[in-house]
């Protein structure tokens, strides 16, 4: 049974205990107000389907995602995951902050989209932003305690994204490779080969320690990988030839890392970082535009083209499923348009 008092500011409190459940309490203006919330309340909790709305009522998304970027942000894989998460957070905090996390509506969210693709925002930004929001929400539920109906992020349409399909044309493989060997420290170059040669991402190939490549073998060992899997990639020659003058030629004092950076103020050496200095180099060989990224794609797709199956190439990229793979390996047209002339003259009648 329901107490309901009144508190000596002139407002109504409902106060109920019942076995089985924690104490709910709430303040009205008015004592009809009051009784109609614990009789909804009680009812509730009769029928087992109670959900304590008070914290998600208190709690705002920009507190919210403060908290989040506090407690799991750094759990995730430093680097590309944790800016993202500090980049999609900063529009959220703007965009919707203001709000309780209980009074978020997919009618709310859907707004906050529309109005960000009118800005000219890319649908891939915006789908990162709303996954951020989503997940915000299933740590609220799951580990902080927080009671939501359910997440509305779920129930909103996400953005079509253009999946890139940028492969080098002729000469500009040239063109990249002469510019990248112009940089004054040979590991962008080395790593620039490296993409192209192996399918490997940026920091995969950054990562890797002297204990990770077996020259016999001709076999590197990535262990820094997007989902967290180990794989072993198997070496071209060029790759092969790449690493062992890297290994040989390049100072590494006090760290195992094949290509190393500066220490920094701790006196640690982390992996060599690019990010500027490959930009650099793809606008003094014309290529604005291209991402270290595409070198993936160019990779995965000349992998295709050799002849190899999809699941040789799946275990070189480390894709899950042929539907990852499909969407890196662009294979050009005109490839194609020879391929289809040499199946037609094996078919064609003596």
Same mark, same amino acid.
């Given at each position: 049974?329901?107490?309901?008092?009144?508190?000596p500011a002139g407002t109504w409190?409902?106060?109920?205990?019942?076995?089985?459940?924690?104490?709910?309490?709430?303040?009205?203006?008015?004592?009809?107000?009051?009784?109609?919330?614990?009789?909804?309340?009680?009812?509730?909790?009769?029928? *087992?389907?109670?959900?304590?709305?008070?914290?998600?009522?208190?709690?705002?998304?920009?507190?919210?995602?403060?908290? =989040?970027?506090?407690?799991?942000?750094?759990?995730?894989?430093?680097?590309?995951?944790? +800016?993202?998460?500090?980049?999609?957070?900063?529009?959220?905090?703007?965009?919707? *902050? +203001? =709000?309780?996390?209980?009074?978020?509506?997919?009618?709310?969210?859907?707004?906050?989209?529309?109005?960000?693709?009118?800005?000219?925002?890319?649908?891939?930004?915006?789908?990162?932003?709303?996954?951020?929001?989503?997940?915000?929400?299933?740590?609220?539920?799951?580990?902080?305690?927080?009671?939501?109906?359910?997440?509305?992020?779920?129930?909103?349409?996400?953005?079509?994204?253009?999946?890139?399909? +940028?492969?080098?044309?002729? *000469?500009?493989?040239?063109?990249?490779?002469?510019?990248?060997?112009?940089?004054?420290?040979?590991?962008?170059?080395?790593?620039?080969?490296?993409?192209?040669?192996?399918?490997?991402?940026?920091?995969?190939?950054?990562?890797?320690?002297?204990?990770?490549?077996?020259?016999?073998?001709?076999?590197?060992?990535? +262990?820094?990988?997007?989902?967290?899997?180990?794989?072993?990639?198997?070496?071209?020659?060029?790759?092969?030839?790449?690493?062992?003058?890297?290994?040989?030629?390049?100072?590494r004092e006090g760290t195992n890392?094949?290509?190393?950076?500066?220490?920094?103020?701790?006196?640690?050496?982390?992996?060599?970082?690019?990010?500027?200095?490959?930009?650099?180099?793809?606008?003094?060989?014309?290529l604005d535009g291209l991402r270290?990224?595409?070198?993936?794609?160019?990779?995965?797709?000349?992998?295709?083209?050799?002849?190899?199956?999809?699941?040789?190439?799946?275990?070189?990229?480390?894709?899950?499923?042929?539907?990852?793979?499909?969407?890196?390996?662009?294979?050009? *047209?005109?490839?194609?348009?020879?391929?289809?002339?040499?199946?037609?003259?094996?078919?064609?009648?003596?």
């Amino acid at each position: 049974m329901a107490t309901i008092v009144k508190t000596p500011a002139g407002t109504w409190k409902a106060v109920i205990r019942k076995q089985g459940w924690p104490t709910a309490v709430k303040t009205f203006r008015t004592k009809r107000d009051a009784e109609d919330w614990a009789r909804q309340t009680e009812d509730e909790m009769v029928r *087992g389907v109670h959900i304590q709305r008070a914290p998600a009522q208190k709690l705002t998304v920009a507190a919210a995602l403060d908290r =989040y970027l506090r407690e799991i942000t750094p759990s995730k894989k430093a680097g590309g995951s944790q +800016r993202r998460d500090h980049t999609s957070a900063k529009p959220l905090r703007e965009g919707l *902050g +203001r =709000y309780a996390l209980g009074a978020l509506t997919p009618e709310v969210i859907a707004k906050y989209r529309d109005e960000r693709l009118a800005e000219g925002l890319s649908g891939s930004t915006v789908r990162l932003e709303l996954a951020l929001l989503s997940h915000l929400h299933t740590v609220a539920l799951r580990e902080w305690g927080i009671s939501l109906v359910a997440n509305p992020v779920l129930t909103v349409r996400k953005p079509k994204t253009v999946a890139r399909d +940028r492969r080098l044309h002729a *000469g500009e493989e040239v063109r990249l490779l002469q510019s990248v060997r112009q940089h004054s420290n040979p590991i962008l170059a080395w790593v620039t080969e490296l993409a192209l040669e192996t399918a490997a991402r940026e920091m995969e190939i950054l990562s890797l320690c002297l204990q990770d490549v077996d020259m016999s073998r001709r076999i590197a060992i990535l +262990r820094d990988t997007k989902n967290g899997d180990s794989r072993t990639i198997p070496l071209s020659r060029r790759a092969a030839e790449i690493l062992r003058e890297a290994i040989e030629t390049y100072p590494r004092e006090g760290t195992n890392l094949i290509f190393p950076g500066e220490p920094g103020r701790d006196g640690k050496r982390r992996p060599y970082t690019i990010g500027k200095v490959w930009q650099q180099a793809v606008q003094r060989a014309g290529l604005d535009g291209l991402r270290f990224h595409d070198l993936r794609h160019e990779a995965a797709s000349r992998l295709v083209e050799m002849g190899l199956s999809d699941a040789k190439v799946r275990q070189i990229t480390g894709h899950k499923s042929a539907q990852m793979l499909y969407r890196y390996a662009h294979l050009r *047209g005109e490839d194609l348009v020879a391929d289809l002339d040499a199946a037609q003259m094996r078919r064609s009648p003596m």
